[in-house]
């Protein structure tokens, strides 16, 4: 019999690239998840991974296997939230990307305190990847992330937003609509590190010969816009995010944009779209009144 830790194991390695991550993933050492993946192979009779230097490979028997492991590990969740259900108040575990303005999500929990229906809603921060990974293992309902062309997961788009400058009130720029990438050169920039456009926004300033010394890399935005605010440096931010002595010129030329909407787990499906919880989310980012927003339903 094949013990479910073991499937939990196999699709950590999946999910994670390779065996020291994956182990990690689990909160378990690297030879007994080593272990666990041996024994999982000796009972089926097969091998399931390709060991090289730099990651794993799958093998044609991993392949056959991992859809229904991933089927298995969402039934094995939802039998936990039945059993769990029965002696607590609904809850609906909502995953946030971690570049989402944190403003929206206090708005949402205030609203949700008001008007939730006495759902419990467990929120889990996290990056696009691992939102993906929660979401595919059925230990996540719904994120509200970036949405790609390629999720094999349910999705509905909310709305689509560009990216722009951030700089302080203060900035000898400061009063222009738009700013040339190249006007930028020797003005000191802040990398906000977990950024989606990191390779391209660094692209475009390279290709117009702007290096800059970076004082400052950070995860968090708030920080980020506080770090801008006090004089520090300029970013590149989603058009979503503002702060008071901060200003949000656009790029000349700097066309990227982001679609920002709810993926759902294969396990909840669009119904918990109709919880309360998340209408409120819903709604509440669709009426947002915020410069840059070009709002779009599925």
């Known amino acids: 019999m094949v013990d479910r830790y073991l499937l939990r194991y196999f699709l950590a390695v999946i999910d994670q690239g390779n065996f020291s991550k994956a182990a990690a993933s689990c909160n378990v050492s690297q030879p007994t998840l080593s272990a666990g993946i041996a024994k999982l192979e000796t009972l089926l009779g097969r091998p399931l991974f390709i060991r090289t ?4 490979e799958l093998t044609a028997a991993a392949v056959d296997l991992a859809g229904h492991a991933r089927r298995i590990e969402a039934e094995f969740a939802a039998a936990e939230r039945a059993v769990q259900s029965a002696a607590a108040p609904a809850t609906v575990r909502l995953g946030i990307l971690g570049s989402i ?12 305190r008001d008007g939730g229906g006495g759902e419990r809603v467990e929120l889990i921060e996290g990056r696009e990847r ?4 929660r979401l595919a293992r059925g ?3 719904v994120a509200l992330t970036i949405l790609r062309g390629d999720s094999r997961l349910p999705a509905e788009r909310l709305l689509t937003e560009g990216y722009a400058l951030a700089m302080a009130a ?11 990438g190249a006007e930028l050169a020797g003005e000191p920039m802040i990398v906000r590190r977990h950024c989606e456009l990191l390779s ?4 475009y300033f390279t290709a117009r010969g702007v290096r800059p010394f970076f004082p400052a890399r950070v995860t968090s935005d708030d920080r980020a816009l506080r770090l801008v605010r006090a004089g520090l440096g300029v ?3 989603p058009e979503s995010f503002h702060a008071p002595g901060v200003v949000r010129p656009r790029l000349a030329d700097f066309a990227f944009t982001r679609d920002i909407g709810l993926l759902f787990g294969e396990h909840a499906g669009r119904a918990v779209r109709d919880r309360p919880a998340i209408r409120i989310l819903v709604d509440l980012i669709e009426s947002r009144p915020v410069d840059g927003f070009a709002r779009r339903g599925v």
């Open 53 to 56: 230097n730099r990651r794993v």
């Open 101 to 112: 303005p944190a403003a929206w999500i206090e708005d949402y929990v205030a609203r949700l």
């Open 130 to 133: 691992e939102l993906a990974e």
């Open 139 to 141: 230990n996540m309902d």
């Open 170 to 180: 203060t900035h000898r720029l400061a009063d222009r609509d738009v700013i040339d």
């Open 200 to 203: 391209d926004t660094s692209r």
């Open 235 to 237: 970013t590149v931010m």
